[in-house]
Nanobody
């Protein structure tokens, strides 16, 4: 499956962005889908994920501010990001996994190219 992340941009602190992850080649229905982010000089970290059965998981740092959703009919996954903070500046990646463990990046099989999110203070 090929993944394409989009929707990043420059936003002021407190603002919102909606990231999209479009899949092609295969249906996303068979995969858990996660969002990860990597800031300059830092390791890639888990942000949020949605399971095949629509269960969700979030990093503590984004709970209550971010919401992940999926639309299997459109082969899309979304990440709604609200109350953005400058420390959220990073490249955001979507990824697909056949694993039941959805918070570990090494268990994801397919990755998109990433979209830059910059939050100004």
């Amino acid at each position: 499956v090929q993944l394409q992340a989009s929707g990043g941009g420059l936003v002021q602190a407190g603002g919102s962005l909606r990231l999209s992850c479009a899949a092609s080649g295969r249906t996303l229905r068979s995969y858990a889908v996660g969002w990860f982010r990597q800031a300059p000089g830092k390791e890639r970290e888990f942000v949020a994920a949605v399971t095949r059965s629509f269960g969700t998981s979030y990093a503590d740092s984004v709970k209550g501010r971010f919401a992940i959703s999926r639309d299997n009919a459109k082969n899309m996954v979304y990440l709604e990001m609200n109350s953005l903070k400058p420390e959220g500046t990073a490249v955001y990646y979507c990824a697909a996994s056949t694993s039941v463990v959805i918070t570990t990046s090494r268990l994801y099989n397919y990755w998109g190219q990433g979209t830059q999110v910059t939050v100004s203070s």
